[in-house]
């Protein structure tokens, strides 16, 4: 694969970085994924909107409007060839001797991305639904800055895997926050689709936006608030969203069915009308 790394394509086995790296010492560091179908990329501007915004309440110092996005990952994609996958991209603070104090103003940011080749839109667990188990939410307090800081996210995958179950959803105390790395989201009996209101607690997902979006759209009722464990598995239906799984259903939270045990009708049909919203893009 071809990567870009502090303003160059290099082949992926050359990029390296430095090991005084702050992404490396302290997770020092924001990202994005994006998603990419038919060669072109799902929801941009909303993703890089979201990159600022993260830089900001870091205060890592790094222009995005500096260096040229949209032609690094156009480049990205032709010389991968990647017709559907994903899109990583990677601002540390830069490389300076290890302090918890931050590098002096002017430490350049490391900068980078690559791409995944993987098929999202035909992707078997769509069929089947997620089983999740639930989670308490260990992480620290300023979940809305996407940072590499991932490994409570990590574990809970792990501790899911262990129970032979797909996901996590985290909470604290019986309310639910979002999954290890996907927004959650409920329909009630009533048709009401229900997701967590936004704040500290939960990142703020650019496929939970553009999905709310599009269900007030079709005439779906929103509501963004807290809802909890006993809620969610009473639900008509539950599902995740993300940049790679999109709106994937959830048919099980800690061994209890949702509805019927199968992916929910409302849920494939938001799923069907998001995959056609991100295909109409480009
Ligand atoms: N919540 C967490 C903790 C995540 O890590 C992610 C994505 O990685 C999401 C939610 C979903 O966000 P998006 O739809 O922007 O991918």
Redesign the pocket.
Known sequence: RTVYLNGQFVAEDAAQVSIFDRGLLFADAVYE?CSVIDGRIIDYAA?MM?LERSLAEMTIDYDCSAADWPGILATLIERNGLTEGTIYMQISRGAADRDFLFPAPGTPATVFAFTQARSLVANPMAERGMRIITRPDRRWGR?DI?TVQLLY?SMMKMEARAAGVDDVWLVEGDVIT??????ACIITPQGHLVTRDLGHH??P????LSLIDIARESGITVEERPFTIAEAQGAAEAFV????MFVMPVVEIDGLSVGDGRPGVETMALRKAYIDHARAQG
Not at 205 to 208: D, L, P
């Open positions: 994924v993703h979201r979940r996407k996210a979002e999954g290890s790395s996907q927004n939960i990142l997902g650019v496929t939970r969203t993300s940049a790679s």
